[in-house]
């Protein structure tokens, strides 16, 4: 009879060490998911932030450059031949030193801004989708874990249901726009 309580004892030691392991595993699947769900946030946060700042770089500098021609072409405009030549001459040694300080520093051009802008925007979407296939498979792990045996029946004793894949707000699957 002791042997026979010893064994329900340890049977009963063991489903409840297994209960509370599965346990345990269900709700760090369940964490991860939350965390992943964060991740794509993170994410969109980024994408709207790093892309409108690099547009309003971007817009400013081409302002800048194109105000510029237009300064240079008015003040040409009214005056003599010779005022012209000599104007000329100054732009002309102007430019040479302007074109020295492009040469050593070719960031300042605006293709320059126009080529980040295109990377940055690489880049925030490939964050973006990263996060996303975190957060999917992140749910799937779960959802496999809510349809596998034992582990099924303490979901359902829990009142664990399935995650969906990823979807967000409508204002958050919005792609920015990029107006230049």
Excluded: W
Aim: net charge neutral.
């Amino acid at each position: 009879m002791e042997i026979v309580l010893i064994i329900v004892g340890v049977l009963v030691l063991i489903c409840v060490i297994s209960f509370i392991a599965i346990s345990n595993g269900l709700n760090r699947a369940s964490v991860k998911v939350e965390e992943a769900d964060s991740g794509i946030d993170v994410a969109l946060t980024k994408r709207y932030d790093v892309l409108t700042k690099m547009m309003d770089v971007v817009k400013a500098y081409a302002k800048h450059e194109k105000e510029t021609l237009f300064e240079v072409i008015n003040l040409r405009k009214g005056m003599s031949v010779e005022e012209r030549i000599q104007e000329n001459k100054k732009m002309s040694s102007n430019f040479e030193k302007i074109q020295v300080v492009a040469e050593a520093y070719p960031e300042l051009k605006s293709s320059e801004n126009y080529r980040t802008l295109q990377q940055a925007i690489v880049e925030v979407e490939e964050h973006l989708q990263a996060a996303r296939r975190m957060y999917n498979a992140n749910v799937s792990k779960f959802n496999q874990m809510l349809v596998t045996f034992p582990t099924s029946m303490i979901a359902n004793m829990k009142g664990l249901k399935k995650k969906e894949f990823f979807q967000t707000e409508e204002v958050k699957k919005e792609d920015v726009k990029i107006d230049l």
